[in-house]
């Protein structure tokens, strides 16, 4: 809902119309089925979830709803879903195009969805601004009303925007079947192990972990960030680190978002971004904060929790 | 008689820039590509960066070709310059080392569209098969396991040896050198996909200032 939110703050800014978009699987479809002659403005699935899902659409304030029916199963891979939601760019054509950051589908369809149609691509980027909203991201880049050319961007955070209240939008429902890329071949999922994730994680050192009142703002933190805090086996002795998340020492780890506290003895360098709280920062940071490392991170928590 | 299964062809993009903190996400995926057999390693960008990723691929026995360029791309830019080497190197399979730095994985989708290629982002392990790949994905809190069949662009993810540090490279004369034009690509059209001179950013310093930079990662409040 964050690119909603952050899409209803530019739309309103700049006059635009907000369409909502959703790809949803037809149960009742089947590959080379004949199409019906005409379908009516109704979500296939089960009638109260669709009705739940346009209201809080409607309420997130889209201005109105695009539904791509496909007889493929929905997983998160171009592959999947690429040819359901090129009808959908074909349809609407759209100067600008919003993606939660954190959606399951945003890596894989927003790049590809930047390179179809030629735009600029904005990563992490946030709305700014009331009157005039723009969309900034981590770099300084920006999106402005007055910008000639299509831009995509992966939202991280949105302004706070009032409700909006009107539930009677209009639902398109496009019809796209088939499509599936054989090129790719989905063939299994598992849980993925902590070294793997790719989201957000507070990794913490031996020596931090072992202070009552580091180990409990580190887990606010990661509680506000929605994170997973991790660290070696004598981090675990000390009780803040999770039996699922602990690492051997030198594991290296992918994620989006790395706030290290104190020395974790694990490899860092593959987060696409890095904070270091207690330590003074090193080739790459992002940012780091010295000085007493628990009233930093209480603050840090504090701070994301008012916004 | 069935026909046999067509050859994987197979480069591996370096990118246009040094990895911002570590090389081992280069060398892995560099170890990766060695996996497969005549692959070849592919970089862009300035003559130190060119003669680093020269020297990381040929420590693993990979050829590399280089791109000798002053511009400042953007993911479709830097596409641009990656599909006409996979094009000049009739390669059928491309790896992108997505890790090394943030703004690389934008890369592999944008490669994927200009070579009409299948594309898989943030795979964590890959085994060739023949003409088939096994690859492992990263999704969230999943792990997928994927079979791949003819051309794609895969996005790795895949750590080398821990390394610390490592000998400075030398200009080195198995670095085979691609002009733009050879490959077909004019720098003056090129550079519409140029990014503005930006100065390097400093770390932030101050709570207030890393929490707005954490906020773009934050749980959005229910009701937000």
Redesign the interface.
């Known amino acids: 809902?964050?690119a909603l939110?952050a899409g209803r703050a530019v739309a309103s800014s700049w006059g635009a119309t907000l369409y909502a978009a959703v790809i949803a699987r037809d149960p009742e479809k089947r590959p080379g089925a004949e199409p019906p002659a005409r379908i009516g403005p109704r979500v296939p699935g089960d009638p109260k979830t669709i009705e739940a899902i346009r209201s809080a659409l409607a309420r997130g304030g889209a201005d109105k709803i695009v539904v791509a029916l496909t007889d493929t199963a929905i997983i998160?891979?171009?592959?999947a879903l690429g040819t359901a939601w090129q009808g959908v760019l074909d349809r609407l054509r759209p100067r600008l195009v919003l993606f939660g950051?954190d959606a399951?589908s945003a890596?894989?369809l927003?790049?590809?969805t930047?390179?179809?149609i030629?735009a600029?691509?904005f990563?992490?980027?946030?709305g700014v601004g009331s009157d005039e909203v723009e969309l900034r991201d981590?770099?300084?880049?920006y999106v402005r009303m007055t910008d000639s050319g299509a831009a995509v961007v992966l939202v991280?955070?949105?302004p706070?925007v009032g409700r909006h209240g009107d539930d009677d939008i209009d639902v398109m429902v496009l019809e796209l079947p088939g499509g599936v890329?054989?090129?790719?071949?989905?063939?299994?999922?598992?849980?993925?192990?902590l070294v793997?994730?790719?989201?957000?994680l507070v990794a913490i050192g031996d020596d931090a972990a072992c202070d009552p009142e580091i180990a409990q703002a580190a887990q606010r933190l990661a509680q506000?960030?929605?994170a997973h805090v991790v660290g070696s086996a004598a981090a675990a002795t000390a009780g803040v680190v999770g039996a699922g998340a602990v690492l051997e020492r030198?594991a290296?780890l992918?994620p989006?978002?790395c706030?290290a506290i104190g020395l974790p003895p694990i490899?860092l360098?593959?987060s696409?971004?890095?904070?270091r709280v207690g330590t003074a920062?090193?080739?790459?940071?992002?940012?780091?904060?010295t000085g007493p490392i628990a009233a930093?991170l209480g603050?840090?928590a504090r701070?994301?929790e008012d916004? | 008689m069935t026909a046999p299964a067509p050859k994987l062809v197979v480069a591996v993009w370096l990118g246009s820039a040094p990895?911002?903190?570590?090389i081992?996400?280069l060398d892995g995926a560099l170890k990766a590509a060695a996996k497969f057999g005549g692959a070849t390693a592919v970089a862009a960008g300035a003559q130190t960066w060119l003669d680093l990723a020269s020297d990381r691929a040929v420590r693993l026995g990979l050829p590399c070709v280089g791109v000798p360029t002053e511009l400042s791309l953007?993911?479709?830019g830097w596409?641009q310059v990656m599909a006409a080497v996979a094009r000049h190197l009739a390669a059928t399979t491309i790896l992108v080392d997505e890790?090394s730095r943030?703004?690389r994985?934008?890369?592999?989708?944008?490669i994927?569209?200009?070579l009409d290629?299948?594309?898989?982002?943030?795979v964590?392990a890959l085994v060739p098969d023949a003409a088939t790949i096994?690859a492992s994905r990263?999704?969230?809190?999943?792990?997928?396991?994927?079979?791949?069949?003819?051309?794609?662009v895969i996005g790795v993810?895949i750590?080398g040896p821990?390394i610390d540090e490592y000998p400075t490279p030398m200009p080195s004369a198995l670095l085979r050198r691609l002009e733009l034009t050879a490959l077909g690509l004019d720098p003056g059209v090129l550079g519409h996909r140029a990014?503005?001179p930006?100065a390097s950013?400093p770390?932030?310093?101050?709570?207030?200032?890393?929490?707005d930079?954490?906020?773009?990662?934050?749980?959005?409040r229910k009701g937000?």
Do not use: C
């Open positions: 809902m964050q939110t998160p891979l171009w592959s950051a399951p890596t894989e927003g790049p590809r930047g390179a179809r030629g600029r691509l990563l992490r980027a946030r981590r770099d300084g880049s991280g955070a949105a706070r890329d054989p090129r790719i071949e989905l063939a299994s999922t598992a849980p993925a192990e793997h994730t790719t989201g957000t506000v960030l929605g030198g290296p992918i989006e978002l706030v490899d360098a593959g696409a971004s890095l904070v920062g090193g080739k790459g940071v992002d940012g780091a904060l930093n603050e840090l701070l994301l916004r | 990895p911002v903190r570590s081992r996400w953007d993911y479709l596409a890790a943030p703004e994985f934008a890369e592999v989708a944008a994927a569209e200009l290629a299948a594309q898989l982002t943030r964590v096994h990263a999704a969230g809190t999943t792990l997928q396991t994927v079979r791949i069949h003819g051309p794609a993810r750590p821990p990014l503005p930006r950013q770390a932030n310093r101050s709570v207030d200032r890393v929490a930079h954490l906020a773009v990662h934050a749980t959005p937000a």
